[in-house]
C-alpha cells in the first residue's frame, strides 16, 4: 500500500491488515492514556520489594503505566499477541536426569522473533498514518505494561495467574505493542469477556505458592524469576519446591481450564528449531559455557540467565530431585 490512508476508520483497519499479513495472531487497539489503577498496584508491588532483583521494573513507575511519557504526544497502543504453542512431544526430551525447561523458552527468542514484525507495523503506522505521525514497537524490552494494554485493547482478560488469557485460546502467546501517535480506532470490548469466576487452581497448583493473593504474584517466589533473574543462589526452602524446573515454570498455564479445554497449537512453525529441549539434560547445563550461549544457543530464551545461573539451576536440581 502506498496512498496515505486518510480517515481513523480506514487507517485502523488497514493497520489490522498489516497485522494480519506480518503473521500475528490476535490484534487490538486501545485509546492511549494513564493506568491509573494498575500504577496504585505497581506502587504497592514495589513497595512490598515484590521485585526481588528486577530493580529496572522499579525505575521511573510513571512512565511505565503512561505511554505519552514514552513517547511522546502518543494516542493509540496497537497490541498484538503470537501463539507459541507447540505439542509438548515435539519438543523432544534429553534422557534422565533432565530438568523441565519451560514451553516459551524452547525455540527462537520471542524478542527476536517479534521485533522485526513489529518495527514494521510501526513503520506501516508512520508512513500511512497522518503525516508526523510517531511509532514505536516493543517486546518486553520497554517501560510498557503490555498485559495491561492487551486487556484494554479486547484481547482477553487477567487471570489470576496474572497472565493475559484469550478466552478462545488461554495465555501461551506472547505480547507485542506499538505506541503511535496516529488516532486510532480502538477495539470495542466483547460483551462475553469471561474471567476466572471461582476458579483458584493455578493459585493452589504453583508450587512455591508465589501467587499470593489472586492476580498478585511475589516474584520472589516464582521458580520463572528464580531460575531467570535471580543472580546468586537460591533459598532452600524454595528449592525444595521447585519440582525440576530448571528455566522458567508453566504450572500456573499447564492447570488453567482455559488452556487445557480451549488452547489450540500453533499454525505456523515460527518458533522451530527447538533449541533447548522440553527435558534438558542436567549433564549438559553443568557443563554450559558463556561461548556456547554466544554461538549454539545465542538465539535462545535461555542465554539470557547466563552460564552461571543455568550450572546453579542444574546443580539445584541435582541436590532437589523431584523428577527423573
Ligand atoms: C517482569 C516480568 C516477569 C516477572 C514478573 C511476572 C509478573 N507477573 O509481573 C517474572 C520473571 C516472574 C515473569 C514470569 C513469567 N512471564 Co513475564 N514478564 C514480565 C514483564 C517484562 C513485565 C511484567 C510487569 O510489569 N510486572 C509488574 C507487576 C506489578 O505486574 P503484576 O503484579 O503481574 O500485575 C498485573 C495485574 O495483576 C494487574 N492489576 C491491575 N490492576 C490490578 C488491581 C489489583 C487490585 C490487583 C491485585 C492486580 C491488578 O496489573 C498488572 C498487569 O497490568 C512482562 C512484559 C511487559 N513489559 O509487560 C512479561 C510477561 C508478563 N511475561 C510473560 C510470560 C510468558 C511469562 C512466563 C509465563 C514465562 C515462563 N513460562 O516462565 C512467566 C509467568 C509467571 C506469572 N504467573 O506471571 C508474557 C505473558 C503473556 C501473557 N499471555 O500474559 C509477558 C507479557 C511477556 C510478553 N511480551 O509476552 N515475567
Ligand atoms: S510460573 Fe510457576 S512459580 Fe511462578 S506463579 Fe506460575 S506456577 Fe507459580
Ligand atoms: S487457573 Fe483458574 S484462576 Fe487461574 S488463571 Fe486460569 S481460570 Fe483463572
Known amino acids: 500500500?502506498?496512498?496515505?490512508?486518510?480517515?481513523?476508520?480506514?487507517?485502523?483497519?488497514?493497520?489490522?491488515?498489516?497485522?494480519?499479513?506480518?503473521?500475528?495472531?490476535?490484534?487490538?487497539?486501545?485509546?492511549?492514556?494513564?493506568?491509573?489503577?494498575?500504577?496504585?498496584?505497581?506502587?504497592?508491588?514495589?513497595?512490598?520489594?515484590?521485585?526481588?532483583?528486577?530493580?529496572?521494573?522499579?525505575?521511573?513507575?510513571?512512565?511505565?503505566?503512561?505511554?505519552?511519557?514514552?513517547?511522546?504526544?502518543?494516542?493509540?497502543?496497537?497490541?498484538?499477541?503470537?501463539?507459541?504453542?507447540?505439542?509438548?512431544?515435539?519438543?523432544?526430551?534429553?534422557?534422565?536426569?533432565?530438568?523441565?525447561?519451560?514451553?516459551?523458552a524452547r525455540g527462537r527468542d520471542y524478542h527476536r522473533v517479534l521485533d522485526k514484525p513489529l518495527r514494521k507495523l510501526a513503520r506501516f503506522l508512520d508512513a500511512h498514518g497522518p503525516e508526523g505521525t510517531r511509532s514505536r514497537a516493543y517486546v518486553d524490552h520497554g517501560p510498557v505494561d503490555e498485559r495491561a494494554w492487551a486487556r484494554r485493547a479486547g484481547i482477553g482478560f487477567l487471570g489470576k495467574n496474572t497472565l493475559l488469557i484469550h478466552p478462545d485460546q488461554g495465555s501461551w502467546f506472547f505480547l507485542g505493542v506499538v505506541l503511535t501517535t496516529a488516532t486510532l480506532e480502538p477495539t470495542p470490548p466483547r460483551p462475553d469477556m469471561p474471567d476466572c469466576g471461582d476458579c483458584r487452581r493455578c493459585i493452589d497448583a504453583c508450587p512455591t505458592g508465589a501467587i499470593t493473593d489472586p492476580g498478585v504474584l511475589d516474584a520472589r517466589r516464582c521458580i520463572s524469576y528464580l531460575t531467570i533473574e535471580h543472580k546468586g543462589p537460591i533459598a532452600p526452602?524454595?528449592?525444595?519446591?521447585?519440582?525440576?524446573?530448571?528455566?522458567?515454570?508453566?504450572?500456573?498455564?499447564?492447570?488453567?481450564?482455559?488452556?487445557?479445554?480451549?488452547?489450540?497449537?500453533?499454525?505456523?512453525?515460527?518458533?522451530?528449531?527447538?533449541?533447548?529441549?522440553?527435558?534438558?539434560?542436567?549433564?549438559?547445563?553443568?557443563?554450559?559455557?558463556?561461548?556456547?550461549?554466544?554461538?549454539?544457543?545465542?538465539?535462545?530464551?535461555v542465554r539470557r540467565a547466563g552460564a552461571e545461573s543455568l550450572r546453579r539451576n542444574a546443580d539445584q536440581f541435582v541436590r532437589q530431585p523431584a523428577e527423573s
Not at 55 to 62: G, I, S, T
Not at 80 to 90: D, K, L, R
Not at 249 to 258: F, H, L, S
Request: aromatic residues 8%; proline residues 7%.
Open 237 to 301: 526452602e524454595l528449592a525444595a519446591h521447585m519440582e525440576g524446573w530448571v528455566f522458567g515454570c508453566d504450572v500456573c498455564q499447564e492447570v488453567c481450564p482455559y488452556n487445557i479445554k480451549r488452547a489450540r497449537p500453533a499454525e505456523t512453525d515460527r518458533f522451530a528449531p527447538r533449541l533447548v529441549p522440553a527435558r534438558w539434560s542436567l549433564a549438559a547445563m553443568a557443563e554450559l559455557t558463556d561461548e556456547e550461549l554466544t554461538t549454539r544457543l545465542a538465539q535462545s530464551p
Open 1 to 104: 500500500m502506498t496512498d496515505s490512508v486518510k480517515s481513523t476508520a480506514a487507517l485502523s483497519a488497514a493497520v489490522r491488515r498489516r497485522a494480519d499479513e506480518l503473521g500475528f495472531d490476535w490484534f487490538g487497539i486501545a485509546e492511549a492514556g494513564v493506568l491509573a489503577e494498575e500504577r496504585a498496584h505497581l506502587l504497592d508491588w514495589l513497595a512490598d520489594g515484590r521485585h526481588g532483583q528486577m530493580e529496572w521494573l522499579a525505575r521511573d513507575p510513571d512512565r511505565r503505566c503512561d505511554p505519552a511519557r514514552v513517547l511522546p504526544g502518543c494516542r493509540s497502543v496497537v497490541v498484538v499477541g503470537v501463539n507459541y504453542q507447540v505439542p509438548e512431544e515435539a519438543d523432544g526430551a534429553d534422557p534422565p536426569p533432565a530438568g523441565k525447561v519451560a514451553r516459551y
